[in-house]
């Protein structure tokens, strides 16, 4: 599907305001009975600014269910100065092997606008579509030890609905995560290289590394600092245009949305090396809907609120 230069950008913008209010629009004072008050120990179902929740959020191997919903904006394409969007859809669902060990599973969907290259004055305009799909596997130990760590395979799967939005070949890899929760830093790296193994002839081959390293800070009332920059090799490209580093960060907020916890984040990033025509900067904006383990007693008590919030409701107005 083709999309005129201005449709992404108003998607953009309104998906951009709607993440950059959300903060604003949560309370720190109570927003209805006892125990449903925004990010307070008295909680009973897990306060969402704690910092085992806070912390399970940033830990790409926690026993955490999540949905993350990442927008990526990446800009400065020429000819013409043009923006690729990427929305990243990725659950992440844990599974306990044994007592010692669990599998972490994160199914990346990208959907992507892609600006095709157009001289001026010749119409400005991309393809927008689904991307190749990534699915990951992290085996982890099961106790907490100083260093978390992960490991297990990457699948990029040719998925993607036009020659501009994928890379048109199966690849696989290994990929491995590191992390360390020194007091109120979160600090880790994850790496992973994927290769070509089937997929069309008329494509070019796939060998490609990301490495991404992460630093959380975490502050008061669930806000914290975070720099995640994405480095990306290619290492079929040419010489010149194998890395793309990015330098930047920015600020998020775990906290609840009524009885949910989520985790919120704008990020800004600047490249200091990048492939000849491709983005300078961009900036990313995250949405992640928490599902932490509850006991039994934890789930009784969040039942409870629920009804006592009900009953508690002003009744509908009279017609």
């Not at 600014?49 to 904006?73: E, T």
């Not at 599973?105 to 119409?123: D, E, K, N, V």
């Not at 904006?285 to 383990?293: D, E, I, Q, T």
Request: hydrophobic content about 40%; charged content about 10%.
């Amino acid at each position: 599907m083709k999309w005129s230069k201005s449709e992404p950008h108003c998607c953009v913008v309104l998906a951009s305001f709607f993440i950059l209010t959300m903060p604003l629009v949560a309370q720190d004072t109570p927003v209805g009975p006892v125990g449903t008050e925004v990010a307070t120990q008295d909680t009973p179902a897990a306060a969402t600014n704690s910092d085992a929740l806070r912390k399970a959020a940033q830990n790409p191997v926690a026993s955490l269910i999540s949905v993350p919903i990442q927008n990526n904006d990446n800009t400065g394409i020429n000819p013409g100065y043009r923006t690729q969007n990427v929305l990243n859809i990725q659950p992440v669902i844990p599974l306990k092997l044994s007592d010692n060990w669990n599998l972490i599973i994160r199914w990346i969907t990208p959907i992507i606008y892609q600006p095709l290259p157009a001289f001026s004055p010749a119409p400005q305009v991309g393809v927008s579509g689904l991307g190749d799909m990534q699915p990951t596997f992290l085996l982890s130990p099961g106790k907490p030890h100083k260093l978390i760590w992960g490991a297990g395979p990457i699948i990029q799967i040719p998925t993607a609905t036009s020659q501009y939005t994928g890379q048109g070949k199966l690849a696989v890899g290994p990929n491995v995560v590191a992390l360390t929760m020194p007091g109120h830093f979160v600090l880790g790296v994850l790496v992973n290289n994927i290769w070509s193994i089937a997929g069309s002839g008329s494509r070019t081959d796939v060998n490609q590394m990301l490495l991404q390293y992460f630093i959380n800070y975490n502050m008061k009332k669930g806000w914290f600092l975070t720099s995640q920059p994405i480095i990306t090799a290619n290492w079929n490209a040419s010489s010149g245009s194998v890395w793309t580093v990015p330098f930047g960060g920015g600020v998020g907020r775990i906290m609840k949305l009524g009885f949910q916890p989520v985790n919120i984040s704008v990020q800004a990033y600047g490249n200091a090396a990048y492939p000849s025509q491709s983005s300078t900067w961009g900036v990313r904006a995250s949405f992640a809907l928490l599902f932490p383990k509850l006991s039994k007693e934890q789930q009784k008590m969040m039942l409870e609120q629920k009804l006592k919030q009900m009953n508690e409701a002003p009744p509908p107005p009279k017609k």
